[in-house]
T-cell receptor, first 114, second 114 residues
Framework: AAGVIQSPRHLIKEKRETATLKCYPI?????VYWYQQGPGQDPQFLISFYEKMQSDKGSIPDRFSAQQFSDYHSELNMSSLELGDSALYFC?????????????FGPGTRLTVT | SQQGEEDPQALSIQEGENATMNCSYK?????LQWYRQNSGRGLVHLIL?????REKHSGRLRVTLDTSKKSSSLLITASRAADTASYFCATDAISSGSARQLTFGSGTQLTVLP
């Protein structure tokens, strides 16, 4: 079965640079979520989209933005990167319209800010 | 603030033994999900239990939910070395908004010794 795809898998950036992470949800899933997991931490919710509209915001810094496109893929844009942004970034998707709330996670993008 | 607290934080058992992990949460929930994560890898969805369910089984997994105590447990029977991973509970809280983002507990690191 198709899973959530994230790219790139690894990314190294310097402070103050920008980064764009991409997520391709499972086909037919209508909701995309972004989570951030710092070293040794539990995942923290950042933002979500339902049917291409922003649905909820969590602990997402103002330096970050995200959107969901017409083909349902989503991008997380991160600017003015800081050392503390180094983390695993997960995208998850679900099929909310079918009242199935299981979230399926991608493999993550490991971002390292130097 | 962290919704879920898990105990134990670390658990080491012999292959063939059962492993029990517990999770407590603070707010009313729609459902509770358990995930597994191998070191630095993606989150794998294990099982979802709805707030009106008390117990659920999937293969060697058994999940219980006690909404009066705001707690859940994950039992892995006949453990295998390949079960070694971190296990997280995640709650979909009633107050979590329209997209139903998950709030994760701090995780239990399970080590199964061969």
């Amino acid at each position: 079965a198709a899973g959530v795809i994230q790219s790139p898998r690894h990314l190294i950036k310097e402070k103050r640079e920008t980064a764009t992470l991409k997520c391709y949800p499972i086909p037919r899933h209508d909701t995309v979520y972004w989570y951030q997991q710092g070293p040794g931490q539990d995942p923290q919710f950042l933002i979500s989209f339902y049917e291409k509209m922003q649905s909820d915001k969590g602990s997402i810094p103002d330096r970050f933005s995200a959107q969901q496109f017409s083909d349902y893929h989503s991008e997380l844009n991160m600017s003015s990167l800081e050392l503390g942004d180094s983390a695993l970034y997960f995208c998850a998707s679900s099929f909310r319209s079918s009242l199935k709330y299981e979230q399926y996670f991608g493999p993550g993008t490991r971002l390292t800010v130097t | 603030s962290q919704q879920g607290e898990e105990d134990p934080q670390a658990l080491s058992i012999q292959e063939g033994e059962n492993a029990t992990m517990n999770c407590s949460y603070k707010t009313s929930i729609n459902n509770l999900q358990w995930y597994r994560q191998n070191s630095g890898r993606g989150l794998v969805h294990l099982i979802l239990i709805r707030s009106n369910e008390r117990e659920k089984h999937s293969g060697r997994l058994r999940v219980t939910l006690d909404t009066s105590k705001k707690s859940s447990s994950l039992l892995i029977t006949a453990s295998r070395a390949a079960d070694t991973a971190s296990y997280f509970c995640a709650t979909d809280a009633i107050s979590s908004g329209s997209a139903r983002q998950l709030t994760f507990g701090s995780g239990t690191q399970l080590t199964v010794l061969p």
